[in-house]
């Protein structure tokens, strides 16, 4: 194991501090987070079951393949075991590819680029948990800790990019060697690792760094575990970002986004006033004369793709996601693919739909939208929505959660290991031995 450095810096000390004080003390997480945490752990494994079928993730599990070698840790929905370092990879890709994970909420709708603590974090305590059969109660806690320190390190601007290595490394550590030391050194090797921020313009192009941050972050633990130094030269963190660290939880306030719908987030109030338009109002699209979308600068700037040309672009798409949905309804994930772009009746309700920065975005209200939408018939019907389902201000409920996991899971698991792996997540701290929870989503 390794020993403590002298010039470990304050913000890698107070992390490792904090997360050996958990790992020693698993049961010790306030209820609202472990609650919190369930529902991010399973709708990650939703999520990763459903990127299972895309193109890009095949790909990436199929190159794995192809380079030879066993494991024992499952890549999810593929049926596939590998190392704890390339399941992590994979997983917090899919996890990624569909835009159906979670988000840290934005503080004041800043339009800063949105953090997924769980797509970092999950892969690596799953991996390690499958591979050493750790028991539910660790794992859960190493998964709060790590989402936390996520989206605590995400506030530090000079260490920002690197915030989901930050936290898989934590995470990991916690598991494989929760030594304080151990976790100070994981946490300095997991920051020289960072996302370059440039913009992406595929789904496997911009999921894969989620990926990159889970590998990273086991392989900061393992080789912390077995002696590799690296510290940082100097500190790096302004102090606020881990103000309040164990008293606080950022997991909680501001919260997470957990999505109902398979897009960027920052549409999902277009989408929830659209549906109360449609649960309200007898109307189809041939009866649409116009529509007004009136959003915030910031949900323009976030969704700037004005005519998409495939799947991912449609995501950040405000004119395709209203016109979607005002044709067919809640968005799925088919929705998004690259056939349904080129929707000859979509691409029409998308030449009546204008849109406008009209609303103040606000900390309680980062993406609010309102919805006018004139009909032939003389109508104009408005609806606005400052806190879409999934928002901590409306989270999805338990039947809202399982009905998504069943929905992203239902041609990959059979109808017992969709129940099974509902119910472990719902209990996974009284499992002994979280292996066989794990090996369940492998589909």
Same mark, same amino acid.
């Given at each position: 194991?390794? /020993?403590?450095?002298?010039?470990?810096?304050?913000?890698?000390?107070?992390?490792?501090?904090?997360?050996?004080?958990?790992? =020693?003390?698993?049961?010790?997480?306030?209820?609202?987070? *472990?609650?919190?945490?369930?529902?991010?752990?399973?709708?990650?494994?939703?999520?990763?079951?459903?990127?299972? *079928?895309?193109?890009?993730?095949?790909?990436?599990?199929?190159?794995?393949?192809?380079?030879?070698?066993?494991?024992?840790?499952?890549?999810?929905?593929?049926?596939?075991?590998?190392?704890?370092?390339?399941?992590?990879?994979?997983?917090?890709?899919?996890?990624?590819?569909?835009?159906?994970?979670?988000?840290?909420?934005?503080?004041?709708?800043?339009?800063?680029? &949105?953090?997924?603590?769980?797509?970092?974090?999950?892969?690596?305590?799953? +991996?390690?948990? =499958?591979?050493?059969?750790?028991?539910?109660?660790?794992?859960?806690? @190493?998964?709060?800790?790590?989402?936390?320190?996520?989206?605590?390190?995400?506030?530090?601007?000079?260490?920002?990019?690197?915030? #989901?290595?930050?936290?898989?490394?934590?995470?990991?550590?916690?598991?494989?060697?929760?030594?304080?030391?151990?976790?100070?050194?994981?946490?300095?090797?997991?920051?020289?690792?960072?996302?370059?921020?440039?913009?992406?313009?595929?789904?496997?192009?911009?999921?894969?760094?989620?990926?990159?941050?889970?590998?990273?972050?086991?392989?900061?633990?393992? /080789?912390?575990?077995?002696?590799?130094?690296?510290?940082?030269?100097?500190?790096?963190? *302004? $102090?606020? @970002?881990?103000? #309040?660290?164990?008293? $606080?939880?950022?997991?909680?306030?501001?919260?997470?986004?957990?999505?109902?719908?398979?897009?960027?987030?920052?549409?999902?109030?277009?989408?929830? *006033?659209?549906? #109360?338009?449609?649960?309200?109002?007898?109307?189809?699209?041939?009866?649409?004369?116009?529509?007004?979308?009136?959003?915030?600068?910031?949900?323009?700037?976030?969704?700037? &793709?004005?005519?998409?040309?495939? #799947?991912?672009?449609?995501?950040?798409?405000?004119?395709?996601?209203?016109?979607?949905?005002?044709?067919?309804?809640?968005?799925?994930?088919?929705?998004?693919?690259?056939? @349904?772009?080129?929707?000859?009746?979509?691409?029409?309700?998308?030449?009546?739909?204008?849109?406008? +920065?009209?609303?103040?975005?606000?900390?309680?209200?980062?993406?609010?939208?309102?919805?006018?939408?004139?009909?032939?018939?003389?109508?104009?019907?408005?609806?606005?929505?400052?806190?879409?389902?999934?928002?901590?201000?409306?989270?999805?409920?338990?039947?809202?959660?399982?009905?998504?996991?069943?929905?992203?899971?239902?041609?990959?698991?059979?109808?017992?290991?969709?129940?099974?792996?509902?119910?472990?997540?719902?209990?996974?701290?009284?499992?002994?031995?979280?292996?066989?929870?794990?090996?369940?989503?492998?589909?």
């Amino acid at each position: 194991m390794t /020993t403590a450095q002298p010039d470990q810096p304050d913000f890698a000390r107070r992390i490792a501090r904090f997360a050996a004080e958990i790992a =020693e003390h698993p049961d010790g997480l306030p209820d609202l987070v *472990a609650d919190m945490c369930r529902d991010m752990m399973l709708n990650a494994a939703a999520a990763a079951l459903a990127g299972a *079928a895309h193109p890009d993730g095949i790909a990436l599990a199929r190159g794995l393949r192809a380079m030879g070698g066993n494991g024992r840790s499952t890549i999810i929905g593929m049926g596939q075991r590998t190392s704890p370092v390339h399941a992590a990879l994979v997983n917090g890709t899919l996890i990624r590819l569909l835009d159906f994970d979670d988000n840290l909420v934005e503080s004041g709708g800043t339009g800063a680029p &949105q953090v997924h603590p769980t797509a970092a974090v999950f892969p690596a305590v799953m +991996a390690l948990g =499958e591979m050493n059969g750790y028991a539910g109660n660790s794992v859960l806690a @190493a998964f709060a800790v790590g989402c936390e320190i996520t989206a605590r390190m995400s506030q530090a601007p000079q260490i920002g990019r690197a915030c #989901g290595s930050i936290g898989a490394a934590t995470a990991s550590a916690m598991l494989f060697a929760p030594e304080e030391s151990t976790i100070a050194n994981a946490v300095g090797m997991a920051a020289t690792s960072a996302n370059t921020g440039i913009g992406y313009q595929s789904a496997g192009a911009a999921s894969i760094p989620e990926g990159h941050s889970a590998m990273h972050g086991v392989l900061a633990a393992i /080789t912390a575990a077995e002696g590799m130094q690296a510290a940082p030269a100097h500190d790096v963190v *302004a $102090d606020e @970002a881990l103000d #309040g660290l164990g008293r $606080d939880w950022r997991l909680l306030d501001p919260g997470v986004t957990i999505r109902l719908y398979p897009c960027h987030s920052a549409g999902h109030s277009v989408i929830d *006033a659209i549906l #109360g338009l449609l649960q309200l109002h007898r109307f189809g699209s041939n009866d649409i004369v116009s529509a007004h979308v009136g959003v915030t600068a910031e949900t323009m700037r976030d969704l700037s &793709q004005v005519l998409p040309s495939d #799947g991912w672009q449609a995501r950040a798409s405000i004119g395709f996601i209203a016109a979607a949905t005002l044709c067919h309804g809640q968005p799925l994930i088919n929705f998004f693919s690259d056939p @349904a772009v080129q929707d000859e009746g979509v691409r029409a309700v998308m030449g009546r739909i204008s849109v406008e +920065a009209t609303l103040t975005a606000s900390p309680l209200a980062p993406h609010p939208a309102e919805v006018a939408v004139s009909l032939s018939d003389g109508r104009t019907l408005r609806h606005r929505v400052d806190h879409p389902r999934g928002t901590p201000a409306m989270p999805l409920d338990a039947e809202e959660l399982e009905a998504k996991f069943l929905y992203c899971t239902r041609y990959i698991l059979p109808a017992d290991h969709i129940d099974e792996a509902i119910a472990s997540f719902r209990g996974i701290a009284e499992i002994e031995n979280v292996t066989g929870m794990a090996s369940v989503l492998g589909g």
